[in-house]
C-alpha cells in the first residue's frame, strides 16, 4: 500500500509522564491492536505497522490543550470513544425506532470507526515551552503543545483519508469517520452550508453509527477524561 511518512515526534515522557505509566501506554497498545486484528480485515497489519514505525499515535496527545492533552492521550480516547458507543449502541437497540436498524452494526464496524475516528492526529503535534508567572511573580516554563500539520486535510477527511492507504471502508464505516466532528465543526453545522450540512444530516437519518460515534466521542472528551493544567502537570522549572 501507499505509506505516508514524515517525521515521528519523540515526546519528553520524563517532563510528561504524570498521567500513564509505561506500562499502562503498553497495555492500552496491546487492547488497541487486539481490536483492531479483531475486524480480520485485510490491510490491517499494514495499518499497525504504520502506526508503530511511522507514527506517534500511541503516545500522542488527543488534544493541544484540552482533554487528553498528554502522552498517551490519543490511544486512551479513542478506546474510550470505543466503548462508550459498546453502551450507547446497547440504548439505541432498545429505544431507537425499528427501520433505524441498529442492529445492522457490525462489531468490526463499531471498533473500525471508534478507533480510527483521530487518526488524523497522528504526527500532529509538536512539543513547545511556554512561560508563566505565578503569584509570587517568579517565571516558570511548563510544556505544552504546538500543532505542526504536514498533511492539512482536515479533521474526519484526514482520518477518512489516511485509513483508505491501507483498508476498504464501506459507507457505513466511512461516513461516521467523516462526520463526527460536527457537532463542534460550525462549517458542518450551519444550515446554509448545503454541501456539508445536508449530507451529514443524510448520514444521521440512514446509518445509525453516525450518531453513536458523535455521542460517544462526546461522552469520551467530556465525560470520561482528564482536562490537567499543563502548568502544573508539565512543569519544568
Not at 449502541?89 to 471508534?114: C, F, G, H, W
Not at 512539543?127 to 508567572?133: C, D, L
Not at 450518531?211 to 461522552?219: K, T, V
Request: hydrophobic share 40%; glycine share 4%; aromatic share 10%.
Amino acid at each position: 500500500p501507499f505509506i505516508v511518512t514524515y517525521a515521528v515526534i519523540n515526546f519528553n515522557l520524563r517532563m510528561m509522564s504524570g498521567i500513564f505509566t509505561n506500562e499502562q501506554l503498553a497495555q492500552m497498545k496491546d487492547e488497541f491492536n487486539t481490536l483492531l486484528r479483531s475486524t480480520n480485515r485485510p490491510g490491517i497489519e499494514n495499518l499497525i505497522t504504520w502506526l508503530e514505525q511511522q507514527t506517534d499515535f500511541y503516545v500522542a496527545p488527543a488534544s493541544q490543550g484540552y482533554h487528553g492533552c498528554f502522552p498517551g492521550g490519543l490511544i486512551s480516547h479513542s478506546l474510550n470513544v470505543y466503548h462508550a458507543a459498546l453502551e450507547l449502541k446497547k440504548v439505541y437497540e432498545k429505544m431507537a425506532l425499528p427501520e433505524k436498524n441498529v442492529q445492522s452494526i457490525r462489531d468490526d464496524q463499531l471498533i473500525l470507526a471508534t478507533l480510527l475516528h483521530d487518526l488524523c492526529k497522528t504526527n500532529l503535534y509538536v512539543e513547545k515551552t511556554k512561560w508563566f508567572r505565578d503569584d509570587g511573580k517568579n517565571w516558570h516554563s511548563y510544556i505544552t503543545y504546538d500543532i505542526d500539520d504536514k498533511l492539512p486535510w482536515g479533521h474526519g477527511a484526514k482520518s477518512c483519508l489516511l485509513i483508505q492507504h491501507f483498508l476498504y471502508l464501506e459507507n457505513e464505516v466511512m461516513a461516521p469517520i467523516l462526520w463526527h466532528m460536527a457537532s463542534l465543526d460550525n462549517a458542518i453545522t450551519n444550515p446554509q452550508n448545503k454541501y456539508e450540512y445536508v449530507p451529514m444530516m443524510q448520514s444521521l437519518d440512514t446509518i445509525p453509527l453516525t450518531i453513536i460515534l458523535q455521542q460517544a466521542d462526546m461522552m469520551a472528551s467530556f465525560m470520561m477524561e482528564q482536562k490537567i493544567d499543563q502548568k502544573v502537570l508539565n512543569r519544568v522549572s
